[in-house]
């Protein structure tokens, strides 16, 4: 039987192995970038195919019912396998250096590095392919469907629909046991909210790992350092984050570092960044 181990060592090699989880010449904004690493080892966990909660996302207030659950992208699906990428120390670092400015290690890792996690996620799938187990990502699927602001999706044909998907990688890692969210809508996971989530569904069956939380924000103290980074004053303690306001300010970060964005300020310099902050 496959453990999480065995994935665990799989996937950790392959972050280091591939030349796309660093800094090349091509996307280095200026030399002493080069050769930086992204990404740091995955942290992973397992979740069941049958747990009631896959059902839940489907709500208004969650995800939504553009949601579809590991077995409607899978019918003979068992698992789901969920892993966070922390951020490297030259992505997190330099994303600290500025009130406002973003690091560059935050842009790459947001542009290039989502395009290496996607690579991940194929290289999931085809290593389960190798031990007899078909695997799905459905992020790096044709069939992965998103809409952020209403309208702006001209596949769907609802479109009252805003900030929503059919497959939400943080609450996936949620339901696996990886994390619970913070004001700032992050996940907080044992290495912290400054990284990026990624998944397949499997049709083995694995050990599932426990999920040892019970409440969606068990982890976060409401501490309220997220709302003061905040640049774009998208969260307040009594709200949390809005989806849209953020949107709005991360379209400008668009403009200012295009062909590159990102913003992240609510993910540094606060007590979640790495690792669960102590009440
Ligand atoms: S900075 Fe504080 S309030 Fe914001 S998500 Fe982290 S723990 Fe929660
Ligand atoms: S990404 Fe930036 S604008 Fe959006 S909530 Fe975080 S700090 Fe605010």
Redesign the pocket.
């Known amino acids: 039987m496959i453990t999480i181990d065995d994935i665990c060592e799989a996937l950790a090699r392959a972050f280091r192995e591939s030349p796309h989880n660093y800094v090349s010449e091509q996307m280095a904004l200026v030399p002493e970038d080069v050769g930086q690493r992204l990404y740091d080892d995955p942290i992973i966990r397992i979740g069941s195919a049958d747990d009631a909660l896959w059902e839940e996302l489907k709500r208004p207030e969650v995800v939504g019912k553009l949601f579809r659950t590991p077995k409607e992208w899978l019918p003979e699906a068992r698992c789901v396998v969920s892993y966070f990428a922390p951020f490297s120390d030259f992505v997190v670092e330099g994303n600290r250096c500025d009130a406002v400015e973003v690091g560059n290690g935050w842009l790459y890792a947001r542009v290039e590095g989502q395009a290496f996690l996607t690579e991940m996620n194929h290289f999931l799938e085809e290593w389960f392919a190798h031990q007899g187990v078909k695997a799905l990502s459905p992020y790096a699927s044709n069939e992965f469907q998103y809409v952020f602001e209403p309208g702006t999706n001209e596949a769907i044909d609802d479109k009252s629909l805003s900030f929503t998907s059919n497959w939400s990688e943080r609450h996936v890692a949620y339901i696996c046991g990886l994390g619970t969210f913070g004001l700032?809508?992050?996940l907080i996971t044992e290495r912290g909210v400054a990284g990026r989530f990624g998944s397949v569904i499997v049709d083995a069956s694995l050990a599932v790992t426990s999920r040892p939380y019970s409440d969606v924000y068990e982890y976060c103290t409401k501490c309220g350092a997220?709302v003061r980074?905040?640049?774009?004053?998208?969260?307040t303690l009594a709200e949390g984050?809005s989806h849209l306001?953020?949107?709005s300010?991360?379209h400008e970060m668009r403009v200012r570092y295009a062909p590159r964005f990102?913003?992240?300020?609510?993910?540094v310099s606060v007590p979640c960044e790495r690792g669960i902050p102590k009440r």
């Open positions: 700032s809508k992050g997220c980074q905040c640049p774009g004053c998208a969260i984050k306001k953020c949107s300010y991360v990102g913003c992240g300020k609510c993910q």
